[in-house]
């Protein structure tokens, strides 16, 4: 009974990854990994100060439930003062049951003045490499078409984006892989995703607490559109609990710490409301971050 049921379960990995490895990889704190979906984020930072940072990005996804998602990621980012152009610079892997797929992306944006805040356009291209390792898989027999490990497969891609933003407000679209292309069928593994977000800080800048309202809505054409409502509270420009709500999936709570001038610490933890709940302990992201001026 017990081969069974982890038959069962290695097979339901094994079809999941083939969807999930059509999606952009997740996190639920947007706000450490805005570059990841929006190229023209690449140096908007919200403190007009800082010139460069880099980020990084944890995820165990449903930790304690065998094969479940893991993601790693890195952030650089860089702006150009004299020249008004962002630069950055994201790699991240992912290892959902016995799919693994590796990505390294390089964005370009344009930061134009308004009269009040500025607008930014951005571009992306990304190399990613999917593959899988089917040696994984419990109670095979000898010779089965899956027990072996697949050829790798490369995959090119280019996105774009808009911003609109300034100390408080931003309000962005942007699509990290509009184009794909691929020796193989590359819609296998790249689908166009979309993505909206917009954010307010309310309250003076010299406010010992602001408040700040956050939306994100996802788009991918084979599932129904992913809406996240979200709230931040900045306490001192220092400290930063917030709570998000995505929709019929999952209560995050977040915390976010300026340990000092230079450093992040963020937290993140998803309470699954889905019908996952059932089998998953949930989810838990780490953020560390390094800000320079």
């Given at each position: 009974?017990?081969?069974?049921?982890?038959?069962?379960?290695?097979?339901?990995?094994?079809?999941?990854?083939?969807?999930?490895?059509?999606?952009?990889?997740?996190?639920?704190?947007?706000?450490?990994?805005?570059?990841?979906?929006?190229?023209?984020?690449?140096?908007?930072?919200?403190?007009?100060?800082?010139?460069?940072?880099?980020?990084?990005?944890?995820?165990?996804?449903?930790?304690?439930?065998?094969?479940?998602?893991?993601?790693?990621?890195?952030?650089?980012?860089?702006?150009?003062?004299?020249?008004?152009?962002?630069?950055?610079?994201?790699?991240?892997?992912?290892?959902?049951?016995?799919?693994?797929?590796?990505?390294?992306?390089?964005?370009?944006?344009?930061?134009?003045?308004?009269?009040?805040?500025?607008?930014?356009?951005?571009?992306?291209?990304?190399?990613?490499?999917?593959?899988?390792?089917?040696?994984?898989?419990?109670?095979?027999?000898?010779?089965?078409?899956?027990?072996?490990?697949?050829?790798?497969?490369?995959?090119?891609?280019?996105?774009?984006?808009?911003?609109?933003?300034?100390?408080s407000l931003r309000i962005g679209f942007g699509s990290p892989a509009f184009f794909a292309f691929s020796s193989e069928d590359s819609n296998r593994f790249k689908q166009r995703h979309y993505y909206a977000h917009a954010s307010f800080k309310l309250g003076d800048d010299f406010d010992d607490i602001q408040i700040e309202p956050t939306l994100l809505f996802k788009f991918e054409?084979?599932?129904?559109?992913?809406?996240?409502?979200?709230?931040?509270?900045?306490?001192?420009?220092?400290?930063?609990?917030?709570?998000?709500?995505?929709?019929?999936?999952?209560?995050?709570?977040?915390?976010?710490?300026?340990?000092?001038?230079?450093?992040?610490?963020?937290?993140?933890?998803?309470?699954?409301?889905?019908?996952?709940?059932?089998?998953?302990?949930?989810?838990?992201?780490?953020?560390?971050?390094?800000?320079?001026?």
């Open positions: 009974m017990m081969k069974t049921i982890f038959l069962i379960i290695n097979i339901f990995f094994i079809a999941f990854a083939n969807v999930v490895a059509q999606q952009e990889f997740h996190l639920s704190n947007e706000r450490y990994s805005l570059l990841n979906f929006n190229p023209s984020s690449a140096g908007a930072f919200a403190d007009q100060e800082v010139k460069s940072s880099a980020m990084f990005n944890f995820r165990n996804q449903w930790f304690g439930f065998e094969g479940a998602p893991t993601t790693y990621n890195g952030i650089v980012e860089h702006f150009m003062e004299d020249y008004n152009i962002g630069l950055g610079l994201s790699l991240f892997n992912d290892q959902i049951g016995v799919d693994s797929k590796w990505q390294v992306s390089g964005n370009y944006s344009y930061r134009i003045r308004l009269r009040e805040g500025f607008i930014n356009a951005g571009i992306s291209t990304s190399y990613s490499r999917f593959g899988n390792d089917f040696t994984q898989v419990r109670n095979v027999d000898a010779g089965d078409i899956y027990d072996n490990v697949s050829d790798p497969v490369s995959v090119f891609s280019a996105g774009f984006g808009i911003m609109l933003h300034d100390e054409s084979s599932v129904p559109v992913q809406t996240k409502l979200g709230l931040i509270v900045w306490i001192y420009d220092q400290f930063s609990p917030s709570i998000q709500y995505r929709w019929e999936d999952a209560l995050v709570l977040g915390f976010g710490w300026l340990v000092d001038e230079r450093f992040q610490l963020g937290l993140g933890y998803d309470f699954t409301l889905s019908q996952l709940r059932t089998v998953s302990n949930n989810t838990f992201e780490l953020q560390l971050g390094c800000l320079m001026y």
